[in-house]
């Protein structure tokens, strides 16, 4: 079975600080994909980032990075210089088998980004 | 490029009652999902349609829900005879499908209560 932990339920920070988001997950699967979603108050849900298990190299995406690490199964998000937009909740998720590709999501982290 | 479309956007009905939601996926996207999400927790699958055939529906409760996807473009979710707990968002995703683990596009979500 596959699992997903975000163990912070809720973060509040002040603008321009830097946070990161944990993450942790179990698969038995020796190929898997991992990915960030970001729920706004509109509440759709929008694809942040897509990460294979072979590619263990860390990504920077303007303020955004994620740090991928398979020896610890964790998979961290980090904001620089938070901004009142980035207050949502932040999903972390892992795929399914070959073909059943639906993810496995995590509980949520609500981030609240003080101005 | 137009989004994934769902509707309605919102319904209440009394339990016991039926309800169907429609969802139309990103055009050329094989692969339609139905995901459940209650709230405070992660979305959480409910069927996965691979063009018109069903890839998982393990989570899927056959008493009571029940999915279709015609011609391998729409969907439709029905509920029938809904109860309290089925109160929750409920979310249509799309990808590309095939052998990668293509990230999943959301539609907004129908926001059921069940009073």
């Known amino acids: 079975a596959q699992k997903v932990t975000q163990a912070q339920t809720e973060i509040s920070v002040v603008e321009k600080e830097d946070v990161t988001l944990d993450c942790v997950y179990e698969?038995?699967?020796?190929?898997?994909?991992l990915f960030w979603y970001k729920q706004p108050p509109s509440g759709e849900l929008v694809f942040l980032i897509r990460?294979?298990?072979?590619?263990?190299q860390n990504e920077i995406s303007g303020r955004y990075s994620w740090n991928f690490q398979k020896s610890t199964s964790s998979f961290n998000f980090t904001i620089t210089a938070s901004q009142v937009v980035d207050s949502a909740v932040y999903f972390c998720?892992?795929?399914?088998?070959?073909?059943?590709?639906?993810?496995?999501f995590g509980s949520g982290t609500r981030l609240q980004v003080q101005p | 490029e137009a989004g994934v479309a769902q509707s309605p956007r919102y319904k209440i009905i009394e339990k016991r009652q039926s309800v169907a939601f429609w969802c139309n996926p990103i055009?050329?996207?094989?692969?339609l999902y139905w995901y459940q999400q209650i709230l405070g927790q992660g979305p959480k699958l409910l069927i996965q349609?691979?063009?018109?055939?069903?890839?998982?529906d393990s989570q899927l409760p056959k008493d009571r829900f029940s999915a279709e996807r015609l011609k391998g473009v729409d969907s439709t979710l029905k509920i029938q005879p809904a109860k309290l707990e089925d109160s929750a968002v409920y979310l249509c995703?799309?990808?590309?499908?095939?052998?990668?683990?293509?990230?999943?596009?959301f539609g907004p979500g129908t926001r059921l209560t069940v009073t």
């Open positions: 995703a799309s990808s590309l499908g095939g052998g990668q683990a293509y990230e999943q596009y």
């Open positions: 698969t038995r699967d020796t190929t898997y994909y």
């Open positions: 990460r294979n298990s072979f590619d263990e």
């Open positions: 998720a892992l795929t399914g088998t070959a073909g059943r590709r639906a993810l496995t």
């Open positions: 055009s050329g996207h094989a692969t």
């Open positions: 349609f691979q063009n018109n055939g069903v890839v998982d």
